[in-house]
């Protein structure tokens, strides 16, 4: 059985993204699920002399070792200023320097939303650009626009079109976790 983490990258309590990224999982039958609130990984901003005199905060080697835990990640991400949120941004600073291949090289399905009609793309692109860079396998990414018209947590997506769209993506990921895991340099 796979065992996945899912979180919005967001601390906000009413994320979006979180609420996302939880029904995401939810869809995956036969997984182990870990949904976890970024809030609960709140530490201070990453400095190279705070990781010189003090070492890593409790709360990275956390995140850390949930990222070993695991087999693959469902993360959505909230946009702020076209970038990733602060905490998102301070955990990956964080754990990338416990691992550089933070995310060990293991299936990502990478989603965004937001209420606007882009669904995050800015946040996208920059994920896609840099996360393989730390060790991510992105299997497939979607961005959800307009979340409040085209999506409702009971039912899911709700514009067809976009629900089509998302499914292969879905299904690409859950084919990803059927496959033997490979050995991690």
């Known amino acids: 059985m ?35 609130d970024l809030k609960d990984f709140d530490m201070q901003l990453y400095c190279i002399d705070t990781q010189k005199e003090e070492g890593f905060p409790q ?18 991400l909230a946009e702020h200023n076209q970038n990733y949120t602060a905490v998102f941004k301070n955990i990956i600073d964080w754990v990338s320097r416990i691992d550089r291949k933070m995310w060990r090289g293991k299936p990502v399905l990478l989603l965004s939303t937001s209420p606007g009609g882009r669904g995050g793309r800015n946040v996208m692109d920059i994920a896609l650009k840099n996360m393989s860079i730390m060790g991510a396998y992105i299997i497939a990414d979607f961005c959800l626009p307009s979340f409040y018209e085209n999506f409702k947590p009971e039912g899911g997506i709700t514009n067809e079109e976009l629900a089509q ?16 895991k490979l050995e991690q340099n």
Do not use: C, M, R
Not at 7 to 31: D, E, M, P, T
Not at 64 to 75: S, Y
């Open 165 to 180: 769209e998302f499914q292969p993506k879905l299904n690409a990921f859950i084919q990803a976790l059927a496959e033997p």
């Open 59 to 76: 709360k990275a080697e956390a995140f850390n070792k949930l990222l070993e835990d695991h087999d693959a990640f469902i993360i959505s």
């Open 2 to 36: 796979s065992k996945i983490l899912a979180f919005g990258a967001s601390n906000s309590k009413h994320s979006l993204n979180k609420q996302f990224a939880h029904y995401v999982a939810g869809q995956i039958k036969g997984a182990q699920t870990t949904l976890i």
